[in-house]
């Protein structure tokens, strides 16, 4: 059966009640539980995003290997070529460099690309915000499921490469849903957070391309966590997306097991991003087609 690729407002226009025939506000668990209920939709509308993305393109699927390779080599060759950045016990081979780069950048970017397309996501669908009761909640989470896709993609090249530079795969990456499964959490909870703050704050496109600029250099991506000096390791602490960088590379690239406290404090913030992110986006959707 072919996709249906069809934008989201025509299949809840198909699908749901006009708004004016239901003002019934459900609670904030039914709100929740709509996740689960609405899967096979959701799963529809991911792949319909996913395919979407590159429909009519030239290189079609092949693009979301080269847009974070491309910015892969510009990063290697400033940071491993010109500025002289070592990864890995003290490792001198570009090439090392590059698949150190790999495994921290390319999970940022699925990150980085949720955040950015959920900014605005609310605001690009105002027909599900006035004219018909749609689960909103869904929006931003299919933008991150669609955009880890991409990143699971991404992902397995980095095994891919890993295994053909160390000339083995460590065992630990089968450990590496311990890793994604908070990310993923984390990230969901950002994008119901900006993608309704989005609504009332029009600059938050604008910010959070800037933001998402200098947390991406406030996380030890393009350069290693020891580099940082002492009086600025507290940033470490407190940005949970570096313990998160640190643990891919820890379970990829070295076979090492995640340290139990970093990993315990970047899950316990990722689980307070996932439910305070969706509380925030509940509490404002219903003024969402007041402001638009």
């Not at 004219?131 to 397995?156: D, E, K, N, T």
């Not at 250099?217 to 997306?241: F, M």
């Not at 313990?243 to 689980?271: C, F, N, T």
């Amino acid at each position: 059966m072919p996709l249906d690729l069809q934008s989201p407002t025509a299949v809840a226009e198909r699908t749901w009640e006009p708004l004016e025939d239901s003002r019934k506000q459900e609670s904030l668990l039914e709100s929740f539980l709509t996740l689960w209920s609405m899967r096979t939709l959701t799963l529809t509308m991911v792949k319909r995003d996913f395919v979407g993305r590159y429909k009519g393109s030239f290189l079609g699927a092949i693009w979301p290997l080269l847009n974070p390779l491309g910015h892969m080599l510009l990063y290697t060759f400033l940071f491993g070529i010109i500025l002289q950045v070592r990864f890995g016990g003290g490792t001198t081979g570009t090439s090392n460099f590059a698949l150190y780069m790999m495994a921290g950048f390319l999970p940022y970017i699925a990150m980085s690309e949720a955040i950015s397309n959920a900014t605005t996501k609310i605001l690009e669908e105002p027909n599900l915000v006035k004219r018909v009761v749609f689960p909103l909640q869904i929006l931003p989470f299919v933008v991150a499921l669609s955009s880890f896709m991409s990143g699971a993609i991404s992902l397995a090249i980095v095994v891919a490469f890993a295994a053909v530079q160390l000339h083995t795969v460590h065992s630990t990456v089968l450990l590496l849903p311990l890793v994604i499964i908070p990310h993923f959490l984390f990230t969901v909870g950002f994008c119901w957070f900006i993608s309704a703050l989005g609504v009332f704050v029009r600059d938050c496109r604008h910010f959070m391309a800037l933001a998402l600029s200098a947390w991406m250099y406030a996380t030890p991506i393009v350069y290693p966590a020891e580099r940082l000096p002492e009086n600025l390791q507290w940033i470490l602490w407190v940005n949970p997306v570096a313990g998160i960088v640190q643990d891919y590379r820890h379970l990829i690239l070295e076979g090492r097991m995640p340290e139990l406290i970093p990993y315990l404090s970047y899950s316990l913030v990722a689980v307070g991003m996932f439910f305070v992110g969706f509380y925030f986006f509940y509490k404002t959707k219903q003024s969402f087609a007041d402001v638009m």
